[in-house]
């Protein structure tokens, strides 16, 4: 595990439509009272490594509890050790699961582990090849779509130079597509002042999990790699999450 700070952002770094991606409204909730400082202030950005998404999650629920006590806000970055399905509250309802009930027969027939997680949105991949940005910064709810922005703009930034027609979708289809499919998605959740879960950035995910998936409420859906851009060489996950912490770390 490694992480980086503002203090050393200039060292190198060492070593899912998901689309609702915005929380109903808590309690704690004031969308009257301007934000006092930016949410990436003092921000740390750390590397998990290759690891099980059910203790990315269990790491980010932790780590935004000790946010919504004063800590510093962090950034936890990971690779999926094996794919998994997630389902967002959404498609934890009734109506949400009889919509999905050839996907979830689709994972299990494909060994695909199926997860409720607390976010927005209905049913995403996470899967080894990709690389997974989880939030724990401190916001009020009317910053979501900042928040949302700044992702979207900083994998942008990492697929255009690759040559790839990158497009972020703030509005109806969330998340960052290109010609070929969505290369990034998201799912947010606020709550306790805090904004956790994140986006997912597809380097060079197995593409053959996703006909048979409803990925993002939606079967025509399919999903794209950075990896596969005209001007892409083969890299890590570790080395793309570098990339982006070095990007993060120079956020307003």
């Known amino acids: 595990m490694s992480s980086l700070s503002r203090s050393n952002a200039a060292d190198p770094a060492p070593d899912a439509r998901n689309c609702a991606p915005l929380a109903p409204p808590t309690a704690d909730d004031r969308p009257d009272e301007p934000p006092r400082r930016s949410p990436w202030a003092d921000l ?12 990315a999650i ?4 932790a780590v935004s509890a000790a946010v919504a006590q004063g800590q510093a806000p962090q950034l936890l970055l990971f690779e999926p050790i094996a794919p998994v399905y997630t389902l967002g509250l959404r498609a934890q309802t009734p ?18 582990d199926i997860l409720d997680v607390e976010r927005g949105g209905l049913g995403t991949l996470h899967a080894p090849g990709q690389l997974v940005v989880f939030c724990a910064v401190p916001a009020h709810r009317t910053e979501l779509r900042r928040i949302v ?43 306790q002042g805090v904004v956790r879960h994140g986006m997912s950035l597809n380097l060079h995910v197995d593409l053959s999990l996703t006909p048979g998936l409803v990925l993002c409420g939606s079967q025509q859906t399919r999903l794209a790699n950075l990896g596969d851009a005209p001007g892409a060489r083969e890299m890590p996950v570790r080395e793309l999450a570098a990339q982006f912490s070095q990007l993060a770390l120079l956020w307003p």
């Open 58 to 61: 269990a790491e980010n629920l």
């Open 44 to 55: 740390q950005v750390r590397w998990l490594g290759a690891l099980a998404v059910q203790d």
């Open 95 to 112: 109506a949400g699961r009889d919509s999905l009930l050839q996907t979830l027969a689709f994972c299990r027939s494909r060994g695909v």
């Open 149 to 191: 922005a700044r992702l979207l703009e900083t994998a942008a930034q990492i697929a255009v130079p690759l040559g790839l027609e990158a497009r972020a979708d703030l509005e109806r289809d969330v998340g960052l597509w290109s010609p070929r499919g969505k290369l990034a998605s998201l799912g947010l959740w606020h709550a």
